[in-house]
């Protein structure tokens, strides 16, 4: 007869028994989440691919009209990447909200270039000057534009073919803003005792 103790030394207990949750139910709605989707989806997609298209009829159209008045095919994405975020930058700065309702489109660009051309810009020189400066198809010509030229004339005393020049060879005189930063800087030149033709001079050379 084996003793107590040789029995317990013998026995081995059975492995501890593991319960497994179900994830029956879990897949139950998961099932149920994939054929409502699947129901869904479509709708979206189309609506999705529309606008889509859309967008890209509307960019089909401004590169060609960049094209027009001579803007690279090479150089038309960055200057519309580099001119969309600035208009975006420029209507916040407004208080516009970017909810689609403002958009970026062929039509803002027509305008900017519509006056520039008024404004003496060369149609041989705007797509050198666009490509030079892409922000300039960003900016509101009623705020923006139209107030510099005044400025720059009545203020300054530069005609506007004169400026028309400059402008032509340094592009980026176009992001002065007239009550801002330009208006400042004339300021505080006369204020150290330099002359309305030394502070137009010092301008143009250094902006």
Known sequence: MFGRSALQRSFTPPPPLVLFKSNNRKQTRTTTKTKIESRIRPGRQVEQRKFRMEREKESIGIYEYLETIGVAKSAALRVMSQATMQFEAERAKMGMKL?????????????????????????????????????????????????????????????????????????????????????????????????????????????
Request: charged share 30%.
């Open 99 to 207: 909810d689609g309702s403002v958009k970026f489109d062929e039509n803002e660009v027509r305008k900017v270039v519509e006056f520039l051309q008024s404004r003496d810009i060369r149609e041989q020189q705007l797509g050198g000057l666009i490509t030079n400066f892409p922000s300039v198809l960003a900016y509101d010509v009623e705020t923006r534009l139209e107030p510099l030229f005044v400025y720059v004339e009545k203020e300054l005393g530069i005609t506007g073919t004169d400026f028309a020049k400059e402008v032509q060879r340094r592009p980026s005189l176009l992001g002065l803003r007239a009550d801002e930063n330009l208006a400042k800087m004339v300021g505080y030149l006369e204020s150290t005792g330099s002359t309305r033709e030394e502070v137009v001079e010092y301008l143009m050379k250094t902006l």
